[in-house]
Structure formats: structure tokens, C-alpha cells
């Protein structure tokens, strides 16, 4: 007994410098930092272009300066004066994608994107770098941050309706003059709308409304609650339910739908997003992302879905940046839950066509993607999760049905249990030669089975295990 006591002190006390570490350096509200990624396959720039202040912060307040993955960029804020790291903050840009396209061996583009970072007490270094498929630098960005900077613009509440969908943990409510004498304050059950939704504790997902117009926001709500059951009906996500936040931001669009330009249609849309991203017609995705945070202003958030009212199949998702998804293709539920996995825990698509331009997966780098691997350095993966004596390569069970080609639920459940069996199976990202994925079957695969296999769970879990366990 004394053992458990003193391990839940040592706990607590760990809690409370944490919590001391970030209140010495940061003053609880959040940095917006707005940048151009600019340039094409053989050079890259970054550029500064406005920064803001917004009043909450609702990132992480413990292991600051560590990473769960590391992505193709990142954000280090340092103090300015001991150059201690405060902060690191990693993500994907749809720049770094859009540079494995033909497209940037002959043009030059530029794309706006924003991240979010606590705002500072005293001055700090700023750098901000990309990688390419190498995991090496290309290019960064240094600038110094005084948060005394007249021109750093304060925003706050835009005037945009917001109303939570899901509280995963509610703030204790405060005791009121009018109650009975002594009554304490008290919590409410977890998964409770009532009281304030506690941002600090939770990861806060928001919904921003793509395409609807104002009529059309109660089908919007309606149609966030359907993005909460999807979600959350898939493991591990249902386990975890009480450990996310769901806002939707009910942003009016003047036309109803979003813009498809191989129909001529350009709508006018908050996040404007379109389909024919990199000349794709199923690929629906925003250049600028700019405006999408414009919308999120005074939102707390950290990470965002945009949900666009059509029912055309599409959609995208990148790391710590953006998930997109239609609201009304038959497929809705399936590619929500491949796409946020993207977004969320930065998995990996599992399929291939061997049609990529560049290849995005080397074969002497080891992905940094947890679902993905090229064998350069395989233990870090799930080698420890593979059964004694599976073969590597694993070779496919040729009594999995082909899943363009399931006619009645016995061989439904067969599909579904091939998620479960994990080994090394050659073909993913987007290569069918040197890289290897987990199952061979998966969510981040096929969106004909329900489950993610248990490589890609594990990353779920241990994501959400770095944000919200301190």
C-alpha cells in the first residue's frame, strides 16, 4: 500500500512540473504562425507572412519538446536567451506532396499553411524546416519571435456559431451563491455536454462546415454527429472516445457544394477546397490553409476535419495538418476513419499502383510513417509484434478472398480477419516493390473491411497515449 502511495505521489509530482515548466515559459494562450512553403522539385523556400495571437491554448502542456513522429517538417521554438528547447511541433504539407508530381519539374507554386504553437512569455527562435524522402533538411527558416511585437495581431471569436458534438472530459462546475451551503463542486460524467469542455486535457477535433449554406446547417450538425458515431465506432478510437473533444464550426458557404473545376464549377466555400487537386479528380484538398484557420479563430483545436457537403466520392488527409472528407458518398464512414488516420497518427497508405511520378518511399530510408517499412531499419517497427516464425516477406493466405469480388459474409469475415494477422507483406506506399506493410488486409489498405489491423491500432493508441497521459 505504501508502494502504490508513493508511486501515485511521484506521479503527481511529475504532473505538477510539467505544468510548472510550461507556465514558466508560456502564458497559456496560443502563437499562430502563418507561412508560405514556395518553390518546385529542385529548390524550396519558406517564408514568414503574419503572426497572431488567439486567447486559449489547447495543445499539450507536458513532454514539450518531444515528438511522436517525425513527419516531413517540424517547428522548434527555442528560448532566446539560453537557446533551451521549449517546443517541438512535427507535421506534413501538401507542398512536400505536390513536389513528387511532374508538375513541380516544370513550375514553381507556392502554398500557404499555419501552425499553431504556445505563445511565449519571453523572446524565441523560431526555426521551421522541411525534409524530403530522405528524412534530410532542405530547407528552414529561422526567425525571432518577441511576443511584445506590436504587429503580432490579436484575434479572437470570429462570429461563427460553434456548438460541441462530443466533451470528452467537462471542467469541474463552480459553485454557485444561490447553491445549498458546502455543496462541493463535482464533475460530470465523462462524455457529458454539460459544463465547459476541458481543452487542456482532451485532443479537440473541429469540424468546419465545407459547402453548406445557411439553410443547410442543420443538416451539417446532423451531419457532424455522423462523422462522432463513424469515428468512434472503430477501435481503438472506441475506447478512447473520452479523450477527444468535437466542436463544429458552422462556417456559411454562399453556394451549396464545394468547387470541381473538370465541371467548370467553382463554389464559394470558407476553406476553399476543391477536387482535381494536382489534377486528380478524386482528390478534394485546400492550398490554403490560411483560411481555414481564419475560420477556426477563437476555436480551440488541434486537429481539424473539413467536412464538404457533397456526395462525390473524395477526400485527403495529411499529418498534423487536415483531414477532408464528403459527406454524402456511400462510402462516407470508410473513408473518414482511412483518411483521419492519416491525419491523426500519421499512417501510411498501405496500397499500390506503381504509377508515382517519384518514388516517396527509398529504398535505402526507413519511413518515418509507423505502418510502413522498407526493412533499412525494421526493428524500430513492429517487429516485436510479428508471430516466431512468420516468414519475411510474409506471403499473402491465398484463402483471402480478393476483395473486389466478396459475394456473401463467409467470405466478408474472412476479408475482415486477414486485419488481424501481422507480418510483412510487400506492397504499400504506393509501391508494390521494397516497401512493406503490416496486414494483408487493413483499413489504411481497403476501405471493403472495418478494421485497422493491430500495427496500426498500436500507433493510434500510442499518439493518443503522447497527448493526453501525463
Same mark, same amino acid.
Given at each position: 500500500?505504501?508502494?502504490?502511495?508513493?508511486?501515485?505521489?511521484?506521479?503527481?509530482?511529475?504532473?505538477?512540473?510539467?505544468?510548472?515548466?510550461?507556465?514558466?515559459?508560456?502564458?497559456?494562450?496560443?502563437?499562430?504562425?502563418?507561412?508560405?512553403?514556395?518553390?518546385?522539385?529542385?529548390?524550396?523556400?519558406?517564408?514568414?507572412?503574419?503572426?497572431?495571437? +488567439?486567447? @486559449?491554448?489547447?495543445? /499539450?502542456?507536458?513532454?514539450?519538446?518531444?515528438?511522436? #513522429?517525425? =513527419?516531413?517538417?517540424? &517547428?522548434?521554438?527555442?528560448?532566446?536567451?539560453?537557446?533551451?528547447?521549449?517546443?517541438?511541433?512535427?507535421?506534413?504539407?501538401?507542398?512536400?506532396?505536390?513536389?513528387?508530381?511532374?508538375?513541380?519539374?516544370?513550375?514553381?507554386?507556392?502554398?500557404?499553411?499555419?501552425?499553431?504553437?504556445?505563445?511565449?512569455?519571453?523572446?524565441?527562435?523560431?526555426?521551421?524546416?522541411?525534409?524530403?524522402?530522405?528524412?534530410?533538411?532542405?530547407?528552414?527558416?529561422?526567425?525571432?519571435?518577441?511576443?511584445?511585437?506590436?504587429?503580432?495581431?490579436?484575434?479572437?471569436?470570429?462570429?461563427?456559431?460553434?456548438?460541441?458534438?462530443?466533451?470528452?472530459?467537462?471542467?469541474?462546475?463552480?459553485?454557485?451563491? +444561490?447553491? @445549498?451551503?458546502?455543496? /462541493?463542486?463535482?464533475?460530470?460524467?465523462?462524455?457529458? #455536454?454539460? =459544463?465547459?469542455?476541458? &481543452?487542456?486535457?482532451?485532443?479537440?477535433?473541429?469540424?468546419?462546415?465545407?459547402?453548406?449554406?445557411?439553410?443547410?446547417?442543420?443538416?451539417?450538425?446532423?451531419?457532424?454527429?455522423?462523422?462522432?458515431?463513424?469515428?468512434?465506432?472503430?477501435?481503438?478510437?472506441?475506447?478512447?472516445?473520452?479523450?477527444?473533444?468535437?466542436?463544429?464550426?458552422?462556417?456559411?458557404?454562399?453556394?451549396?457544394?464545394?468547387?470541381?473545376?473538370?465541371?467548370?464549377?467553382?463554389?464559394?466555400?470558407?476553406?476553399?477546397?476543391?477536387?482535381?487537386?494536382?489534377?486528380?479528380?478524386?482528390?478534394?484538398?485546400?492550398?490554403?490553409?490560411?483560411?481555414?484557420?481564419?475560420?477556426?479563430?477563437?476555436?480551440?483545436?488541434?486537429?481539424?476535419?473539413?467536412?464538404?457537403?457533397?456526395?462525390?466520392?473524395?477526400?485527403?488527409?495529411?499529418?498534423?495538418?487536415?483531414?477532408?472528407?464528403?459527406?454524402?458518398?456511400?462510402?462516407?464512414?470508410?473513408?473518414?476513419?482511412?483518411?483521419?488516420?492519416?491525419?491523426?497518427?500519421?499512417?501510411?497508405?498501405?496500397?499500390?499502383?506503381?504509377?508515382?511520378?517519384?518514388?516517396?518511399?527509398?529504398?535505402?530510408?526507413?519511413?518515418?510513417?509507423?505502418?510502413?517499412?522498407?526493412?533499412?531499419?525494421?526493428?524500430?517497427?513492429?517487429?516485436?509484434?510479428?508471430?516466431?516464425?512468420?516468414?519475411?516477406?510474409?506471403?499473402?493466405?491465398?484463402?483471402?478472398?480478393?476483395?473486389?469480388?466478396?459475394?456473401?459474409?463467409?467470405?466478408?469475415?474472412?476479408?475482415?480477419?486477414?486485419?488481424?494477422?501481422?507480418?510483412?507483406?510487400?506492397?504499400?506506399?504506393?509501391?508494390?516493390?521494397?516497401?512493406?506493410?503490416?496486414?494483408?488486409?487493413?483499413?489504411?489498405?481497403?476501405?471493403?473491411?472495418?478494421?485497422?489491423?493491430?500495427?496500426?491500432?498500436?500507433?493510434?493508441?500510442?499518439?493518443?497515449?503522447?497527448?493526453?497521459?501525463?
Amino acid at each position: 500500500m505504501k508502494r502504490i502511495l508513493f508511486i501515485l505521489v511521484l506521479a503527481m509530482m511529475s504532473v505538477i512540473a510539467m505544468a510548472q515548466q510550461f507556465d514558466e515559459f508560456f502564458d497559456g494562450r496560443t502563437l499562430r504562425l502563418d507561412y508560405i512553403f514556395a518553390g518546385n522539385h529542385d529548390a524550396q523556400q519558406i517564408y514568414l507572412e503574419q503572426m497572431y495571437v +488567439t486567447p @486559449q491554448w489547447a495543445g /499539450r502542456k507536458s513532454r514539450l519538446a518531444d515528438v511522436p #513522429l517525425k =513527419g516531413n517538417g517540424q &517547428i522548434q521554438l527555442k528560448d532566446h536567451a539560453t537557446g533551451q528547447v521549449l517546443f517541438v511541433h512535427t507535421f506534413s504539407t501538401l507542398f512536400q506532396e505536390w513536389l513528387a508530381t511532374e508538375e513541380a519539374t516544370k513550375v514553381s507554386k507556392a502554398f500557404a499553411t499555419s501552425y499553431n504553437v504556445p505563445m511565449p512569455k519571453q523572446p524565441v527562435d523560431i526555426t521551421v524546416s522541411l525534409t524530403d524522402f530522405h528524412g534530410q533538411v532542405v530547407t528552414s527558416l529561422t526567425h525571432t519571435v518577441d511576443p511584445a511585437d506590436i504587429l503580432i495581431r490579436h484575434i479572437g471569436d470570429n462570429g461563427i456559431p460553434v456548438h460541441y458534438i462530443w466533451k470528452g472530459q467537462t471542467l469541474p462546475i463552480k459553485e454557485k451563491a +444561490t447553491d @445549498q451551503p458546502g455543496k /462541493r463542486d463535482y464533475m460530470p460524467t465523462e462524455g457529458s #455536454l454539460d =459544463g465547459e469542455p476541458d &481543452i487542456t486535457s482532451c485532443i479537440d477535433l473541429a469540424i468546419v462546415a465545407e459547402g453548406y449554406t445557411r439553410a443547410q446547417m442543420g443538416k451539417f450538425y446532423t451531419d457532424c454527429q455522423r462523422v462522432v458515431d463513424a469515428l468512434f465506432a472503430h477501435e481503438p478510437f472506441t475506447s478512447m472516445k473520452n479523450r477527444f473533444n468535437v466542436v463544429a464550426v458552422a462556417a456559411e458557404s454562399l453556394t451549396s457544394g464545394p468547387s470541381v473545376p473538370h465541371l467548370g464549377r467553382w463554389s464559394s466555400t470558407p476553406a476553399g477546397t476543391h477536387y482535381d487537386t494536382f489534377y486528380t479528380d478524386r482528390y478534394l484538398m485546400t492550398q490554403d490553409i490560411h483560411r481555414l484557420y481564419d475560420v477556426l479563430s477563437g476555436v480551440p483545436f488541434e486537429h481539424i476535419i473539413v467536412l464538404v457537403n457533397s456526395d462525390t466520392y473524395g477526400g485527403g488527409g495529411i499529418y498534423n495538418q487536415l483531414t477532408v472528407t464528403t459527406s454524402d458518398h456511400p462510402t462516407f464512414h470508410q473513408v473518414l476513419v482511412h483518411e483521419f488516420g492519416h491525419a491523426y497518427a500519421g499512417l501510411g497508405d498501405e496500397y499500390f499502383y506503381d504509377d508515382a511520378y517519384e518514388s516517396m518511399y527509398p529504398a535505402d530510408t526507413e519511413p518515418w510513417e509507423p505502418n510502413l517499412t522498407t526493412l533499412v531499419d525494421f526493428q524500430c517497427k513492429w517487429a516485436d509484434m510479428i508471430p516466431k516464425g512468420t516468414p519475411v516477406p510474409t506471403p499473402p493466405d491465398p484463402k483471402v478472398p480478393n476483395y473486389r469480388k466478396i459475394t456473401n459474409e463467409k467470405e466478408q469475415r474472412l476479408l475482415d480477419a486477414a486485419t488481424q494477422r501481422v507480418g510483412v507483406f510487400e506492397g504499400g506506399g504506393y509501391q508494390s516493390k521494397g516497401v512493406y506493410r503490416p496486414a494483408q488486409e487493413c483499413r489504411m489498405k481497403i476501405n471493403e473491411v472495418a478494421h485497422f489491423c493491430p500495427v496500426c491500432s498500436r500507433a493510434i493508441v500510442r499518439i493518443t497515449d503522447f497527448y493526453t497521459s501525463h
